[in-house]
């Protein structure tokens, strides 16, 4: 009989203590961040929530930093100011390679894991990159002008050349347009950070005729969309075709009223959340040396990068998109 008592004991022991331990290995004294490059647009605010999400789900602290506003420097600033409170680990999203690889090189230094999502620094010692495949949107986007287009027309861009995701979008649609000699490329517009200046320059645009006419604005940003969509709205234009980035209410309003022929969709909140849960593993299972090459080592704990996914939305897939911002937001 005690014998029976024993093993029954320890099989109990056994299921239970692994809960036990699971329960207990996460704490509100971890500390992550998710440092964003413009805390101010709906992006990273849904962001913001999967990173919420998944620390309310492990039970540790999470806080998203950044600039209110496209500010590369303020962003690194930023950075560094966390850095120094030795988190057990740190997302970001890098406005400027140039700027934020040696800031992540530091942390990386100092045993801070971190990882980059949305916008990469694959110059730097991140771990890895978790996003979109910017190549790809960049690529859904240019097939959906080229159809439009028939192949033929005049095409600018508004975006801010220099941050890695935005130029990569670029060459995606160039590598596309590549293939139809009749596209032409007018202007890759600098909106300098600030998406308002879309809307004068649209306005510019669409004042020229004949030969100079420019029938694609395609917008790399999330926010410049909205813009040049009020500019076709204060001119009555339904014969020109634009192109949007990402999901935020303002944009699908405009999709769903044809200003806007489609957007390309993103997964923020997406990245955020595995990127929680990816800091946390690390965490608490380190790898050392931590500042190793990981890229080229065949036996990597670490993938080189996770794709979140892209989609083209437009008015046949709308209803679904705005059904799921709903519940979302509920």
């Keep these: 009989m005690n014998i029976l008592r024993k093993r029954y004991l320890f099989a109990l022991l056994a299921v239970v203590l692994p809960l036990i331990a699971g329960c207990t290995r996460h704490s509100k004294s971890e500390q992550y961040y998710l440092i964003a490059t413009n805390t101010a647009v709906p992006y990273w605010k849904a962001a913001a929530n999967g990173f919420a999400a998944a620390g309310l789900q492990y039970g540790v602290s999470v806080d998203t930093r950044g600039p209110a506003g496209l500010n590369p420097q303020a962003e690194v600033d930023e ?46 010692k991140r771990l890895y990159f978790i996003g979109t495949n910017n190549l790809e949107a960049g690529r859904l986007g240019g097939r959906r002008v080229a159809a439009v287009l028939n192949g033929k027309g005049n095409v600018v861009f508004f975006s801010n050349p220099g941050q890695p995701n935005l130029d990569e979008r670029l060459k995606g649609y160039m590598d596309i347009f590549s293939g139809f000699p009749g596209i032409k490329v007018v202007e890759d517009f600098d909106i300098k950070a600030d998406p308002g200046t879309a809307l004068d320059k649209a306005g510019e645009y669409l004042e020229r005729k004949g030969p100079a006419k420019v029938d694609a604005f395609i917008c790399l940003d999330s926010r410049s969309g909205v813009n040049v969509a009020e500019a076709f709205k204060r001119r009555n234009i339904t014969d020109r075709l634009l192109i949007a980035m990402d999901v935020d209410s303002d944009t699908l309003r405009l999709v769903g009223d044809g200003t806007i022929d489609s957007t390309i969709s993103q997964k923020p909140y997406t990245m955020a959340y595995l990127g929680l849960k990816a800091l946390d593993e690390i965490h608490h299972y380190p790898v050392k040396p931590m500042d190793q090459d990981f890229a080229l080592d065949p036996y990597s704990p670490f993938p080189a990068f996770v794709n979140t996914g892209v989609a083209l939305v437009d008015k046949t897939n709308l209803s679904a998109v705005m059904k799921k911002q709903k519940e979302a937001n509920q």
């Design 79 to 124: 950075f560094n100011a966390m850095v120094a409170r030795k988190p057990a680990g740190i997302l970001v999203s890098v406005a400027s390679t140039q700027l934020m690889a040696p800031a992540i090189d530091a942390a990386i230094a100092a045993g801070i894991p971190v990882i980059t999502i949305d916008s990469d620094s694959p110059e730097s």
